[in-house]
């Protein structure tokens, strides 16, 4: 899910700014790890490093039995960490910061300033948000019950 949000992130900025292909920011191999829903829960206070520990050792436990991979805020929600509400926000915030890092790569260039970057931002979460493209994580169960 992150990948696919990232190439429509990326596309709408070779748009955007007519970039040429060698232009184009490229996730580096680091983007995603700094941005998982679990460091940004730990960095906003929202759960404890023996949390994250909890629901990673759970996740493990799941793989071992054999039982359905669980994603960590499906875990965090039935451990009672977290509501569905908060994993919400996170995923934002997750996909906020992915693009943040990204399209930071061309505030350094000097190919764009922080104003217009700011804007960008904000032009792409409307899209976005009037295509439907970010759902809720209810929504996102309810779609995965009907199949």
């Not at 730990?42 to 490093?49: I, Q």
């Not at 669980?70 to 929600?77: S, V």
């Amino acid at each position: 899910m992150k990948i696919a949000q990232t190439e429509e992130f990326l596309s709408f900025l070779k748009d955007r700014l007519k970039l040429e292909a060698g232009q184009v920011p490229v996730p580096g191999e680091w983007l995603y790890m700094a941005n998982t829903i679990g460091a940004i829960a730990l960095r906003a206070n929202l759960l404890s490093l023996e949390q994250i520990e909890r629901i990673l050792d759970k996740q493990e436990e799941n793989q071992a039995s054999d039982e359905e991979h669980k994603l960590f805020g499906q875990l965090a929600i039935n451990l009672g960490y977290l509501t569905p509400h908060e994993i919400d926000r996170l995923l934002e915030l997750q996909q906020i910061n992915i693009q943040l890092s990204l399209a930071g790569e061309l505030v350094l260039a000097d190919s764009l300033n922080m104003e217009s970057l700011l804007d960008l931002l904000r032009d792409f979460w409307l899209v976005q948000s009037r295509n439907g493209a970010y759902q809720t994580l209810e929504e996102v169960d309810l779609q995965a019950d009907r199949c």
